[in-house]
């Protein structure tokens, strides 16, 4: 049996994280991912916060991943109702992106193989032993393993590990033609319930996307593009599955850590998860670093300061998911008295005598009054979701 130090189950941007982290303090970690090309397929709207860009040192304008940047987001209510945005974002590929993270973490010294499904993880007292299959074909005694298998967390499963639940799907098409010029956010609670419709433009194409728990997503996908106008060949189709009610309660036991949508580490109003499961492989690098320092002996592991350190984050509080409770029980008359409210406007940039017209407006709109707490909640939340939603 092969013995490394710190093993990774998942080549997306959570686990390249964790093994770039580890790599560059000198553990030269091992990665497995299930396809023969990381990055492949894609399952995503391909939007990128640019806090991503700052917190992780990446190029900006890298022509190779990044394909636009934009500064504007329309977040768009029923009834037209439009409420500008901070939000500032570039349009990636997302398959180029992963690769750059796996390159990056090979360049470091971490070793990734593809075409590698690991079958099955049994703890020991000693380590963690992992079964793979494909082209490694092995077993390995990990002293730590860092679980970021994306949201089905199939093995965390067998760990007894809770999972993330429930999920909502994704649904999108890149059509041909830039159909906008901004980041565009469709809500809708009848038409998309518990999620929205997405219209992020690209050069040459757009991603035109549903996040929803209706099921048929497609045929409400197509009524949004007739109704925006959308008219360009479908180039591609993608979707996949998104934890829905954010950071799972318990992300660590007895040598195994959870990261990215395994943890649930996807922002509950937006649902985009890639800086969160890059923060969360980093964190969890980070811990595993300091883990396998403090060892005393082979079974006593201080895996805690990986769920203190990653608590410090905004996107970890509890008023992400009463945010999202909250906003998406919302009516659409909710909805678009709250458009009203902040029509035209950047929420955050309400300042001095704004404050007591846009109070005064609140105060004249009683659908808004039902639940005061909960106004409290959703702005909280958006503020996080501005910076953590994806
Ligand atoms: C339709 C859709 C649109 C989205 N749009 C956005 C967006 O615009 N912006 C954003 O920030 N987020 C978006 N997201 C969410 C984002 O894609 C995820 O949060 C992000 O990919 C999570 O990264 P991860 O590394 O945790 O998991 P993943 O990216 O899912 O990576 C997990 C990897 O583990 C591998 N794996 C699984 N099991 C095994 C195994 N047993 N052995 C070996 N390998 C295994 C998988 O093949 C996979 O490559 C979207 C999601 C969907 C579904």
Redesign the pocket.
Known sequence: MNEVGVAI????????QAAITLANKGIKPIL????ST??EPI???????IHAFNDFNLPKGDKSFSVKELDTCHLIFPENKTILGDIRATMIR?DKF?QYLSKKAMDLGAEIFTA????DIKRKTDGVVIK?KGESNSEYLAKLLIL?????A??AKTLNFQTPSPMI????YKVKEEWSDKLEFHFDSKKFPFGYC?V?PREGET?V?I?TTAKDRKQRLDNFLKKRGITGSVLKK??????MHGPLKKLYHNRVLL?????G??NPI????????MT??RVAGNAASEILKMETDQVNFNHRIYEEKLRQFKFMKRINFQCHRFFYSRSNKFLAKLGEVFDNKYINRIEGAEIYKTLRKILLRPTLLTNPIGLYWLYRGFLIARDW??
């Open positions: 189950v998942g080549g997306g941007p959570a686990g390249l497995f991912e299930e396809h990381i990055g399952q995503c709207g391909e939007g990128l916060s997302r992963d590698t499904k690991v079958t793979t970021a298998e994306g949201p089905n199939q093995l799907k994704g649904f999108e997405w992020f991603n996307g996040v993608i979707g996949g599955q998104i934890p990261a990215g949508d395994t943890a580490m996807v937006f649902y985009g998860g890639i800086r969160m499961a969360s492989g939603g994806f």
